[in-house]
């Protein structure tokens, strides 16, 4: 019997080893909670093993070493238990002492109930068997393995009574029934021994085996239901808020998180009963029946056509196989209201920026339209011989309306520039030309208010550029009239220099320099500003807007030059502007600048010119017509498109100045119809027609010119403007005769 006996505990020692090395398996070694219950399976194993070979044994002297391991497996078993307990309920550090003392009065134990004469042996037909020597040995034995196993026993009881959470109170019950198997084994190996029935019966060493086989389970369920990645997936699935919906590859529901549940109407328990199509009423996903491995779809949901969004992707087991598909749904409803309110937004904001551009046309011509009267009679006042007295109020007349002009020209642009409108023109241009048509108005300024102007450009700089040739005279001219404007004395300079070149473009620096009023330093800041102008005691007396600066920054970011100021207050300042500009012609530029060209008084006449003007504005054909005059030209006028059509018939005109804006027919139509009426008025024939209209919003030139007209004439007519056309239309048929005053 007692080979049974042992056959038994040693195949319990076995599986106590195997039990203490399988939490290596699945990365369980990594809880605490799995290596503790390893020690336990150990000393298990190690109090099967020593009680196992000790029944087998007749042989007293290794039945000593095996008495050794059972006792280590007994008491270290019961002190690992009490270890694994306090690390569930999470009560390691003040149960430390106890645990220590433990362990040490545990080794102490096992060395002094081993030590030569405190036990004898003897040899029975169960084999071996040892007993205490003396009364007091045998009972601090059982006193000291009671008191290690009461503290055991109490900290169960502890996992019970005290209000822990649901899990623990689970695992101190399985620790509770290993309680009763160790209890049921002592009471039956005592009873057996007491009545004199078996003498050596393991029984509480095989129940305690059986016990460590409900601890395992219990740290697999105390794990399961804390926080790790493991688990994590069902959580997360759970607490999803969107839907989510797992099907196999027959398109069967297998799984819903609760969000599903809800969202559908359906039971968890009940989703083998639905399919794809009885959920979604559609054909089933390309994600399963196609190579794709994840799929999109927008659908119309329920009664009330939620409108959803189904994300689809297609899972894969171990071998890569396909074994279904998992759902997320998005309910889009919240998503498509909000986009369809920024669309409207939008439609509104782009149809209040088409207002706005409109608005700018608009204002623009109706503008220009009194101002080109303003300004082209009070000029020819100036020009007629009229008495000095009137000349000057003209002047004054003139001058107030190119003021005018200049600010609703800047708001027109800052306006442009704020909605994003303003786009650059470019074309090829010689920058001497350039620079000499702004040292002729800077000069005049400068010498108005008895300043000094230099020009210094630098020789390197290209022959010929391209660019925005209009929008660099407005940075100029801005800059340079705001060193007039800010200086009283001393001097305004510009400084024009290549300061690199690659390939076929190059970097230009212009330095624009005054010896005026300076700019404070906590106001360079704010001088690119829109409307900010600075130093109100001083600047009250000067003109502006506010505007010019913010105009020309918004020039060079549109170039991507770079635009700085560095300045003294009240000794002068320095504006920098950089901007790349291509090389179209590498010569060199050679300008020299002659001061006094600003004053030669000439006057352009044209020979035999014959000149249409069509305007539906008798005032404008008024100023046009005695413009031309001074120029002798005599020119023909009508006021409709259907009459200058009628006027074609009979005469063969050089230029015919068509406005562009008239009732009844436009002049693009005017254009067409005279076009088609005579071969001589085509693009690029003998007789020109030129457009003259005070829409002079950004575009508009390239816009009038890819039309078809022959050139381009903004509103208020600028006399040196149209003398230019013409001279570039008709250079044979003009002469420059100097002016009598
Ligand atoms: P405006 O000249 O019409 O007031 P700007 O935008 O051209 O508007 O200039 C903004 C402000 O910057 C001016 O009001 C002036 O205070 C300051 N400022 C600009 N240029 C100079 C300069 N060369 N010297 C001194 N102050 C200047």
Redesign the pocket.
């Known amino acids: 019997m007692r080979y049974i006996y042992s056959a038994v505990l040693l195949i319990c020692a076995v599986l106590g080893f195997f039990y203490s090395t399988r939490v290596f398996y699945n990365d369980n070694y990594k809880k605490s909670t799995f290596r503790l219950f390893a020690l336990m399976s150990l000393n298990s194993g190690f109090w099967s093993l020593g009680f196992g070979v000790m029944f087998a044994l007749d042989n007293c002297e290794i039945f000593k070493l095996f008495r050794i391991i059972g006792m280590i497996g007994v008491i270290f078993l019961i002190i690992s238990g009490q270890m694994l307990i306090s690390v569930v309920v999470r009560r390691v550090k003040n149960r430390y002492p106890l645990i220590l003392a433990e362990l040490v009065s545990g080794a102490i134990f096992i060395i002094v109930s081993n030590m030569p004469g405190s036990y004898t042996l003897s040899v029975t037909d169960m084999g071996v068997i040892s007993a205490e020597e003396g009364f007091i040995l045998s009972i601090v034995h059982v006193i000291y393995i009671a008191c290690i196993f009461g503290v055991f026993v109490y900290m169960v009881f502890d996992t019970i009574r005290s209000d822990y959470p649901k899990r623990i109170k689970s695992f101190g019950k399985s620790c509770m029934a290993v309680v009763l198997f160790i209890m049921v084994g002592i009471g039956i190996d005592i009873v057996l021994m007491l009545f004199d029935i078996a003498n050596n019966v393991p029984a509480t060493s095989i129940l305690q085996f059986f016990g460590i086989e409900v601890i395992y389970n219990s740290v697999h369920r105390i794990n399961r239901n804390r926080i790790y990645m493991e688990n994590m997936t069902g959580y997360i699935y759970n607490s999803l808020r969107s839907p989510v919906l797992v099907f196999d590859v027959n398109h069967k529901l297998q799984l819903i998180n609760r969000a599903a549940g809800s969202f559908f109407a359906m039971d968890e328990y009940g989703v083998d009963k639905w399919s794809w199509s009885s959920v979604f009423d559609m054909e089933p996903p390309k994600a399963i029946t196609d190579k794709e491995t994840t799929d999109i779809y927008d659908v119309e949901y329920g009664v009330s056509n939620i409108n959803c969004r189904l994300y689809v992707n297609s899972i894969f087991d171990e071998y890569n196989d396909r074994v279904g598909y998992i759902v997320v749904v998005t309910d889009m409803t919240e998503q498509i209201r909000a986009m369809k309110a920024i669309e409207q937004a939008k439609d509104a904001a782009e149809s209040a920026n088409k207002a706005k551009s409109m608005f700018l046309a608009n204002m623009s011509h109706e503008i220009r339209t009194p101002m080109n009267s303003i300004l082209g009679f009070s000029e020819l006042g100036l020009r007629d011989d009229t008495l000095e007295k009137s000349k000057e109020y003209f002047s004054d007349i003139h001058e107030s309306a190119e003021i005018l002009l200049a600010t609703i020209n800047e708001i027109l642009d800052i306006s442009k520039l704020e909605s994003g409108k303003l786009e650059l023109v470019c074309a090829d241009y010689y920058p001497s030309a350039l620079f000499k048509d702004v040292a002729l108005i800077i000069n005049m300024q400068a010498k108005r208010k008895n300043l000094k102007f230099d020009m210094d450009i630098a020789d390197e700089i290209p022959n010929k550029l391209y660019g925005d040739k209009a929008r660099i005279r407005e940075i100029l001219i801005?800059l340079l009239n705001?060193?007039v404007?800010?200086t009283n004395e001393g001097a305004v300079s510009l400084k024009a220099q290549l300061i690199s070149k690659k390939e076929d473009m190059c970097r230009l620096r212009f330095v624009i320099t005054?010896t005026?009023?300076?700019?404070k330093a906590e106001d360079i800041k704010l001088?690119f500003d829109s409307f900010?102008?600075?130093?109100h005691t001083i600047?009250s007396r000067t003109e502006?807007?506010?505007?010019?600066?913010?105009i020309t920054k918004g020039f060079v970011e549109l170039m991507d030059g770079d635009i700085s100021v560095s300045s003294v207050y009240g000794k002068g300042?320095v504006f920098t502007v950089e901007i790349d500009q291509k090389i179209i012609e590498d010569k060199q530029m050679g300008i020299t600048y002659n001061e006094d060209i600003s004053d030669k008084r000439t006057k352009v006449r044209f020979n035999n010119l014959k000149v249409l003007a069509v305007d539906d504005n008798m005032i404008n054909l008024k100023v046009v017509t005695n413009v031309l005059d001074m120029y002798g030209i005599a020119a023909d006028t009508v006021n409709s498109g259907e009459k200058a059509i009628e006027k074609c018939k009979e005469n063969d005109y050089d230029i015919i100045l068509m406005d562009q804006m008239m009732p009844v027919m436009d002049g693009v139509m005017a254009m067409k119809r005279i076009r088609e009426l005579n071969r001589g008025y085509e693009h690029g024939g003998p007789h020109k027609i030129i457009v003259l209209t005070a829409n002079t919003v950004n575009g508009m030139r390239q816009e009038m010119l890819d039309i078809g007209f022959d050139g381009f004439l903004g509103k208020p007519v600028n006399f040196n403007v149209i003398e230019k056309v013409f001279m570039e239309m008709y250079p044979d048929s003009y002469c420059i005769v100097e002016d009598d005053d």
């Open positions: 801005n705001n060193g404007k800010y005054d005026g009023i300076g700019i001088i900010r102008r600075c130093d600047n502006g807007t506010g505007l010019g600066l913010s300042s």
